[in-house]
């Protein structure tokens, strides 16, 4: 792989990391800290709901594709969408979690809007930097890089919340999302082509992207891939302390080793993608999601062992990762020229909010039948995601 390849991946790799380390300290710390808490497993799942900028990012994807053209255009954008990312991170850290909850959420929702918007920038960005045989290369750094963000945010930090605290440590990661740019700052590429023109660009477009042949059978698929995992990835951390595991030990199964499980098969699963193509991987990696839930499910009618517990979250980040970088490389076959940014948006938009509505209702539906039920019922939902694939899904899409 030459220079300027590794450059790219570098640049790229590391922004998806900028993003998700916050992300993933949050996500992952909160639950934790709410069950040990007392707080009931259907609050804690509306916890789920601090990701709603990402849901609604689609509403200001036009204005960010509307004034966006060139390089320099794209890195402003990110560039300042960092930045107050990073500073609202940083007054996170001087709040009391007991005394200010309500204004820590608020901020969070906040600079989860600025990262929300960076994000529409940088896949937009990625999708007009790499070429069709170089899709899945770019899908794997994108994923990757919201893996390892995982394990620093979820794993790493976690580990060391009890050693440094919550302002430290906060302090901390709205500095690694400011020397996380650094890549970005010195990339350049000469070959990067601008989009044509001043393409007038209105909310319109997301009306218009469901006008194009054969979105129907990928927007289901886009709605279904996640949904056998995502209530399992909601509730394993509760699960988790249910059973006895401190807060060290969850962020090193959950976080570190869950996450490098996720960003090691997500590198494999562009390998497998580009070597036989879409139609099958969506088949093979359906498969290993409904392996995922059935394995849960009998673990859960007993008390676990460690052992099982961390053969269960290596399956669990496996198909996740597996599914991630699916999704994104699925999600370019339906990208119109100057519209980059609002149609991958889009398409992960609808992904994420169906995931994140299962991941709101999974407390409830643990509330009432158990973990084993929730399992369960994750496990039925795998089973329609492959059927699905199998019936809708028998010829290659496009670009295959």
């Known amino acids: 792989m030459n220079s300027k390849r590794t450059n790219k991946l570098l640049t790229f790799f590391s922004l998806y990391i900028a993003q998700s380390v916050p992300m993933s300290l949050f996500s992952t710390l909160l639950p934790v800290l709410m069950r040990q808490g007392n707080f009931s497993l259907s609050t804690i799942g509306l916890l789920q709901l601090i990701k709603l900028p990402w849901i609604l990012k689609v509403f200001w994807a ?51 809007i600025a990262s929300a918007t960076q994000d529409i920038a940088t896949d937009a960005l990625t999708a007009l930097s790499f070429n069709h045989r170089e899709e899945s290369l770019g899908n794997s750094m994108q994923s990757m890089g919201s893996f390892t963000g995982s394990l620093v945010g979820g794993g790493l930090l976690l580990l060391h919340y009890k050693l440094i605290g919550w302002n430290a440590l906060l302090i901390s990661v709205s500095l690694f999302v400011v020397l996380a740019l650094i890549p970005l700052f010195i990339y350049k590429d000469k070959k990067f082509t601008p989009k044509h023109g001043k393409t007038p660009i209105s909310m319109k477009d997301l009306y218009l992207f469901f006008h194009q ?95 099982a517990l961390y053969v269960a979250i290596f399956c669990l980040w496996a198909s996740y990762g597996l599914s991630a970088v699916l999704v994104n490389t699925v999600a370019m076959d339906f990208l119109r020229d100057g519209r980059e940014g609002t149609d991958f948006t889009l398409q992960t938009v609808i992904a994420h909010l169906s995931s994140m509505l299962i991941a709101v209702c999974s407390g409830k539906v643990a509330d009432l039948l158990g973990y084993s039920g929730l399992f369960l019922v994750e496990t039925g939902l795998a089973v329609i995601s492959l059927v699905y694939i199998l019936v809708f899904f028998k010829k290659p899409v496009r670009h295959e």
């Open 213 to 307: 042949k054969g979105v129907a059978k990928q927007l289901i698929f886009l709605i279904l891939c996640y949904s056998g995992i995502i209530g399992i990835l909601a509730m394993v951390k509760p699960f988790m302390v249910d059973l006895g595991y401190k807060t060290g030990e969850i962020g090193f199964m959950f976080g570190i080793f869950g996450s490098l499980c996720g960003c090691l098969f997500s590198y494999i699963g562009g390998y497998v993608i580009r070597s036989i193509g879409r139609f099958y991987s969506r088949i093979i990696f359906a498969c290993a999601v409904l392996v995922t839930t059935l394995f849960f499910y009998f673990m859960s009618l007993t008390t676990p062992g460690t052992i």
């Open 62 to 112: 036009p204005f960010v594709d509307k004034r966006t053209s060139d390089l320099g255009s794209y890195k402003r954008w990110i560039f300042s969408s960092e930045m107050v990312y990073a500073v609202l991170i940083f007054w996170v850290a001087f709040l009391d979690l007991s005394t200010n909850f309500t204004n820590i959420f608020i901020l969070i929702i906040l600079s989860f």
